[in-house]
């Protein structure tokens, strides 16, 4: 199908970047299980090698099976390009690459996975790149701790653990008076809910391995380039605006435009960082993208009323789900995430660490894994798990404390949900 701005969302997620295979006449996308593409001759080769052509090399660069996911996470999230990395992490570090440089820094909000406060707060370090934690609702601290060697200004549009959204209108005024780049992980909440690229942010990424597979069976990521972005306007960004030594000085904003960060991301990003999605893994994922929007009503649906009886459950001291009218953040959900609140949010249990510990322990339907976004309902104790490595302040301003259990509702019937929970709530008084 002509991808036209005409389609709907639903048919998007089925069509966006799924052509009948010109081979075969394949309806579904098949599995280019192949490691390398033949040339036509040795000028063809010549050709691709120089970005002169677009085409298939190797692999570890391109592959048809991932390019179709690539257009239609493009396509989902209303961007110009997308390079699918091999995890979330991998596209964090993708997003960053071309950005960074030793001494230069990114201003991140103290709302983020915990894996992601960990990456940022130290391993990018070893790079020489540094990151400063803020709050993202204090909009003076957000602007304060931008200087001259700030690259990036990073978030997460409906916050994991949960609960929390973030101002992405307020936030992008920021960044685009600063002339830097925002970049939102859209993860928990998925274009369907939310799209930021609308709310001003420049790149979006994602870890495909929650919501977008949507079942449990892939690690991926994906790096979703608005195309908006002006990478010449001052001299910040030299790998983009440049030229690359590694390609006879081609400059990747000249000569590819607003395909820029997604040439580059390809070209150098892949090429060197070798964070390869599998043609496998994209084949899974975009199976699941193909219902993503059925999903994520219900696990809307599921998570508002699992979600409203969790607040009147007597050993519950709060529930942090920001579609309830309870939620600081109600208000946000119609501007930001107008579908909903998404399907993931923390409780907090008057027994303290021992009462969270006894109710993960005694849950059924629930399981107790480091994963988020599946059908299947999850739980996890952030404090003793994801957000083990953070400091008691650090987890309690990730929204992670001791106390605090986070929840991702899956599709399941939420009579049988709420049957479990109550069950695991009472034992664990
Ligand atoms: C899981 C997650 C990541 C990391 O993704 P992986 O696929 O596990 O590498 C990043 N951000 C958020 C919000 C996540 O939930």
């Not at 549009?157 to 929390?164: Q, R």
């Not at 969790?310 to 995430?337: F, K, Q």
Request: hydrophobic content about 40%; overall charge negative.
């Amino acid at each position: 199908m002509t991808d036209g701005p005409s389609y709907g969302f639903d048919t998007l997620q089925i069509h966006a970047g799924a052509r009948p295979d010109p081979a075969t006449g394949a309806r579904q996308v098949p599995i280019y299980q192949t490691t390398a593409y033949v040339f036509r001759d040795a000028d063809h080769a010549a050709a691709l090698f120089n970005l002169q052509e677009v085409g298939y090399i190797y692999s570890r660069l391109t592959n048809p099976t991932v390019a179709a996911l690539q257009e239609r996470m493009a396509t989902l999230e209303g961007g110009v390009g997308a390079v699918c990395c091999s995890s979330g992490h991998a596209a964090q570090i993708m997003a960053l690459f071309p950005l960074m440089g030793p001494g230069k820094n990114i201003v991140a909000s103290t709302r983020l996975y915990g894996g992601t406060i960990t990456q940022f707060s130290q391993t990018i370090k070893r790079f020489g790149w540094s990151a400063t934690f803020v709050d993202f609702d204090d909009l003076d601290a957000v602007k304060a701790a931008i200087n001259d060697d700030t690259r990036a200004v990073f978030c997460e549009s409906i916050a994991n653990p949960g609960g929390y959204i973030t101002d992405l209108d307020a936030i992008s005024a920021i960044s685009d008076a600063a002339g830097i780049p925002l970049i939102v992980d859209n993860t928990s909440a998925t274009p369907y809910l939310c799209r930021p690229i609308e709310h001003g942010a420049t790149l979006v990424v994602h870890s495909m391995t929650k919501y977008l597979t949507g079942n449990g069976t892939v690690t991926g990521g994906v790096v979703v380039d608005s195309g908006r972005f002006d990478w010449s306007a001052n001299d910040k960004f030299p790998s983009l605006s440049e030229p690359e030594p590694a390609y006879h000085g081609l400059k990747f904003h000249e000569t590819f435009g607003p395909l820029a960060f997604t040439f580059h991301g390809i070209a150098i990003g892949l090429r060197d960082l070798g964070m390869t999605l599998n043609p496998q893994a994209a084949h899974y994922t975009l199976m699941g993208i193909e219902t993503l929007s059925l999903r994520m009503q219900k696990h809307v649906e599921n998570a508002m009323e699992v979600a409203g009886w969790l607040e009147t459950h007597d050993a519950v001291e709060a529930v942090t789900y920001a579609g309830l009218p309870s939620s600081p953040y109600n208000d946000r959900v119609s501007r930001i995430c107008p579908k909903g609140a998404g399907g993931l949010f923390t409780v907090r249990l008057k027994g303290g660490y021992d009462a969270c510990v006894k109710f993960v322990d005694s849950l059924e339907i629930f399981s107790h894994v480091a994963n988020l976004g599946d059908t299947r309902s999850l739980v996890i104790h952030s404090a003793s798990t994801t957000h083990r490595q953070l400091t008691p302040e650090q987890q309690e301003a990730a929204g992670a404390g001791p106390s605090v259990v986070r929840i991702s509702i899956g599709t399941e019937d939420p009579a049988d949900l709420i049957a479990d929970l109550n069950k695991a709530l009472n034992a664990s008084k």
